[in-house]
């Protein structure tokens, strides 16, 4: 008689692509997540006609916005989910603790929808595709709310056995993947924390909690879905790529690069998204800097080789 632990392991290749349905509890905090700073937004243009916004505000909002941005595109997207590069250990923890304070999910269920999005890009399975329900005016409407945001709010959970065995078999990040409801308070806080203690009062607590943790945490959100929606809607085409997915560049600045996201989905592992000289990349400037300091090696960069094989004719 064979038992459950003497079976073959089944191949990750034919492991289903969900794992489950998420509790109903964690349904509700991922509404809290999206709801509370979309509000926050709406009241940020009264808010900046009423009373305004201080320097102190400005500078919070831009240091955690860059924190927890380059946390997911160069930890959570280039490192984790594609190994566009090998870092030292501490490097590696500090990124997965960065992009879990951006408040998109814990590093774990982060990578495995992202390498599922990219095994199935805009066909059945991609968690996110603008393209699920059609290409008539209502169906692409219906895709981008679905592509933007809509797919948070799906209960079925990406199967992370099948898509991220590599973190799961990695203790550090698994510590940091649990911490992820501590993170989430702590990238809430922290602004608060600081901006009182920067102006002693509780005004530049209240100011740095709206300004640079719900404002800040909102725009950040709707920066990374758009590449999800606007990205595989609207721009430019250069590469050959499975899917849909384009350049969108009015996005290349706020999102750290992600916006070139034709390049990227051609070359999904390559380091740097932006391959053109005129492309402005944040996100590889800072691997780059991090290759220069030692703490990152085995860097996968672009090559004029590489680029003229993809490129369309």
Not at 160 to 176: G, S
Not at 235 to 263: C, K, Q, T, V
Not at 295 to 302: D, S
Request: hydrophobic share 50%.
């Amino acid at each position: 008689m064979t038992t459950t632990s003497d079976a073959p392991a089944i191949p990750r290749s034919r492991q289903p692509i969900v794992a489950g349905k998420r509790p109903r509890k964690e349904m509700v905090l991922v509404g809290t997540f999206v709801i509370v700073p979309l509000l926050a937004v709406a009241l940020a243009v009264p808010a900046a006609w009423g009373w305004g916004i201080g320097w102190t505000d400005i500078g919070l909002v831009t240091f955690f916005y860059a924190l927890s941005g380059l946390g997911v595109t160069v930890g959570f997207h280039r490192h984790f989910t594609h190994g566009s590069f090998r870092a030292v250990r501490p490097l590696r923890i500090a990124l997965a603790v960065a992009g879990s304070m951006s408040m998109q999910g814990s590093v774990i269920s982060w990578v495995a929808d992202h390498r599922r999005h990219h095994a199935y890009a805009d066909k059945e399975g991609d968690p996110h595709s603008p393209w699920r329900f059609g290409t008539t005016a209502g169906a692409l409407a219906k895709g981008f709310w679905h592509a933007h945001m809509g797919w948070l709010f799906h209960r079925d959970m990406t199967n992370v056995e099948r898509f991220a065995p590599d973190l799961l078999a990695d203790r550090d990040i698994v510590r940091v993947d649990r911490l992820f409801p501590v993170l989430s308070a702590a990238t809430l806080l922290l602004p608060a924390l600081l901006g009182g203690l920067l102006t002693w009062s509780w005004v530049g607590a209240l100011t740095g909690f709206f300004w640079a943790s719900l404002v800040r945490v909102a725009l950040l959100h709707h920066v990374t879905w758009a590449v999800n929606s606007v990205c595989h809607m609207l721009g430019e085409r250069p590469f050959r790529s499975r899917d849909r997915s384009a350049n969108f560049w009015p996005l290349a600045i706020a999102s750290f690069g992600e916006s070139w996201h034709n390049s990227h989905h051609a070359d999904p592992t390559c380091a740097r998204h932006g391959v053109e000289r005129w492309q402005f990349d944040i996100s590889a400037a800072v691997i780059r800097l991090f290759e220069r300091l030692g703490w990152a090696w085995k860097v996968r960069w672009p090559t004029p080789q590489r680029l003229a094989k993809l490129r369309r004719a």
